[in-house]
């Protein structure tokens, strides 16, 4: 069983508010990875890291930003929130050993702005 | 580019139907293959892989074989139950090469949802 925890698991605020997801696992991977998912289910990759100190911008452009300070931790910000950002937010992770690339996921952030 | 290409849904099926979804690739050298499944409510987690041709991954009654001449992966199960419905989705791993050094990326398809009705 994966140890991969995201909090909160709803959220739902203003239009402006600020907002941070925490991502945070116990399996000591230093890649993580955050996914965001639309109504039709499709998943979008948009933000990833290779370890402490690396943050890369994934395929879908994302108004929020990341940060890896410690190999566990990856959280996720909305310095001001919009409708548009109303999303399924998953996280991810997996070891560079793994190199079939396999990845143990969180069970998601859902997220809607008024 | 890599792509993966799955069978749009929603699949609706009764209770012991027989399921088959299909999933075709696109990708240079020689990938990983996998299905993931997401519960209602819940991340994905992975259901089974394969990682050379011929392989055959199989989990909870789920099967799919990685089949390199025709470029595709589909996932079948004999007798489906109410508790497997959930999206699922194809994805393959391979390398990608660039300044950053070489890592494996993984590309989902789109998502197929399942509906099994007592």
């Known amino acids: 069983e994966a140890d991969i925890y995201q909090t909160p698991r709803y959220l739902v605020i203003g239009t402006g508010k600020k907002i941070t997801l925490e991502c945070s696992q116990t399996m000591g991977h230093d890649k993580m990875y955050w996914y965001q998912q639309d109504p039709g289910m499709e998943l979008h990759l948009i933000h990833y890291s290779y370890g402490v100190n690396s943050t890369e911008k994934g395929d879908l452009s994302s108004e929020s930003t990341v940060s890896r300070i410690r190999t566990e931790h990856f959280p996720l910000t909305l310095e001001s929130a919009r409708p548009s950002h109303t999303s399924q937010y998953l996280c991810?992770?997996?070891?560079?050993?793994?190199?079939?690339?396999?990845?143990?996921f969180g069970e998601g952030s859902r997220l809607t702005v008024l | 580019g890599n792509s993966v290409t799955q069978m749009e849904g929603p699949v609706t099926l009764s209770e012991e139907a027989f399921l088959t979804i299909n999933c075709t690739y696109t990708?240079?050298?020689?990938?990983?293959l996998f299905w993931y499944v997401q519960y209602p409510g819940e991340g994905l987690q992975l259901l089974l892989k394969a990682t050379k041709a011929d392989d055959k991954g199989s989990n909870k009654g789920f099967e799919a074989t990685y089949r390199k001449e025709t470029t595709s992966f589909h996932l079948e199960k004999g007798s489906v139950q109410v508790s497997d419905s959930a999206v699922y989705f194809c994805?393959?791993?391979?390398?990608?090469?660039?300044?950053?050094?070489?890592?494996?990326?993984?590309?989902f398809g789109k998502g197929t949802l399942l509906t099994v009705n007592p």
């Open positions: 994805a393959l791993s391979a390398i990608i090469v660039n300044s950053g050094g070489s890592n494996y990326k993984l590309t």
């Open positions: 990708a240079t050298g020689y990938p990983s």
């Open positions: 991810a992770s997996s070891h560079r050993d793994r190199v079939t690339g396999e990845l143990f």
